[in-house]
């Protein structure tokens, strides 16, 4: 797919809309805890800064119920980038109301504005064509550079495209920089290509696995999810987590990998408990003993040692999911080593989802990585195949 990006487009010196993704995490006091997403949105704003624009932002933050609430203002973020921006940034009063018409109205080249969150109005999540009308009347461009929501239908991002013409609607550096590298890697992939697959369930990224099996040469699955595969191979993994239903899913995957000569790697051996706890008392076994009563919750040192051999010589490697249970220290140990591994590795790496960004920067490697992917829901929907909706409207037909 070819993307129209920002620069394939005649900005300067007009009115535009950024739909950005500034939904960040604050602790009780409303401060920001972790500005990294608002910092990835910089190289797109002050691109239109520097071609003389008048910039007008737009967020969601949290999940408003489709009215104002003081508790998901975006005050935070328009004073966060105020600092980071070094410019003024000034925040409307409501989304498309009076007080956000007038100043888009007003708002000369050089400034900003920042709309309130999106999600005080009941016509965002909706795909609401009225609402999107209101907020597409007050720029003559419009640019989505909110990679994590463009697999949602939401106004600010699918409907809104409906009212610019193609010359006047693109992807921001973010959203055109994520689509690019998973495509790119899932097209045109340097191999060996190995996929590491972890995370809670299988069911959240079956077509995920079922779309990979197609690209990749290596699949290796961890986490909670290996044990409806091991439960299909016939082994005893006591009270650890399985998806009964899903194991016909489960062998038909692996059947399908032996079809297509894909190497499909499974624990051998793991840390379980009785409870997931931090005080819980622990043991390793293999795969093929695990106690009733007992679950699997990281995978064990045999099985670290065996992925990181599966992963000798891999020129690229996605991973998407953790190996077990890291947000306890206990069970952190196999997705740190994995982490360890990818990093120290020559392979273009990318990661996706929220949790494995959290391992990654946990075990203090994500500068070692070649791409970490901003938007967890987004970047599983662009491994099942999926076109995302915010996306299609900015693609460049044949
Ligand atoms: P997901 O959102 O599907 O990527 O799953 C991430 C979650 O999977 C994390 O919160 C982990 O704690 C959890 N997880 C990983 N391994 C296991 C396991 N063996 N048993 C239960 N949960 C797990």
Redesign the pocket.
């Known amino acids: 797919m070819t993307l129209r990006t920002i620069k394939d487009i005649e900005i300067a010196n007009k009115k535009v809309f950024v739909r950005c993704d500034f939904n960040v995490p604050q602790d009780e006091e409303g401060n920001i805890t972790d500005d990294r997403r608002i910092k990835s949105a910089l190289v797109t704003i002050n691109y239109c800064i520097d071609h003389n624009c008048a910039v007008i932002l737009a967020s969601h933050n949290g999940r408003p119920k489709g009215e104002p609430d003081p508790e998901f203002t975006l005050m935070p973020i328009a004073k966060r980038l105020q600092i980071l921006l070094k410019r003024d940034v000034t925040l409307a009063a409501e989304v498309v109301g009076d007080d956000a018409t007038a100043k888009a109205k007003a708002l000369k080249q050089g400034e900003i504005l920042l709309l309130e969150n999106l999600r005080f109005e009941k016509g965002e999540t909706k795909n609401d064509e009225t609402f999107a009308k209101k907020l597409a009347d007050m720029a003559e461009i419009y640019i989505n550079d909110a990679f994590g929501v463009s697999h949602r239908a939401h106004a600010s991002v699918e409907a809104i495209t409906k009212f610019f013409p193609d010359d006047r609607k693109a992807a921001g550096f973010l959203l055109s920089k994520e689509i690019n590298f998973f495509d790119r890697t899932l097209q045109h992939p340097t191999r060996p290509f190995v996929a590491v697959i972890?995370?809670?369930?299988v069911s959240?990224?079956l077509q995920a696995i079922y779309n990979l099996l197609s690209k990749v040469d290596k699949i290796i699955i961890g986490?909670?999810m290996a044990?409806t595969f091991l439960k299909a191979l016939g082994e005893d993994v006591g009270d650890?987590?399985v998806e009964d239903e899903l194991i016909p899913d489960a062998l038909r995957i692996m059947d399908e990998a032996k079809k297509r000569n894909v190497k499909l790697y499974l624990p051998v051996d793991v840390v379980c408990a009785q409870t997931?706890e931090a005080g819980a008392v622990t043991i390793c076994t293999t795969t093929k003993e695990i106690p009733i009563g007992w679950?699997?919750?990281?995978i064990g040192p045999a099985t670290t040692r065996l992925f990181r051999e599966a992963l000798d010589g891999a020129q690229t490697v996605l991973w998407?999911?953790?190996?077990?249970?890291?947000?306890i220290e206990k069970f952190a140990k196999g997705s740190f080593k994995i982490s360890h591994r990818i990093a120290e590795s020559h392979a273009t790496k990318i990661v996706g989802?929220g949790?494995t960004a959290d391992v990654v920067q946990r075990a203090d490697d994500a500068d070692e990585m070649t791409f970490i992917s901003t938007g967890g829901g987004a970047s599983l929907e662009l491994l099942e195949g999926k076109i995302l909706p915010g996306v299609k409207a900015l693609e460049i037909k044949k």
């Not at 972890?198 to 369930?201: E, I, P, R, V, Y």
């Not at 679950?295 to 990281?298: A, E, N, P, S």
């Open positions: 972890g995370g809670s369930k959240g990224k986490g909670g044990f650890s987590l997931i679950k699997g919750l990281d998407n999911g953790p190996m077990g249970v890291f947000e989802g949790d």
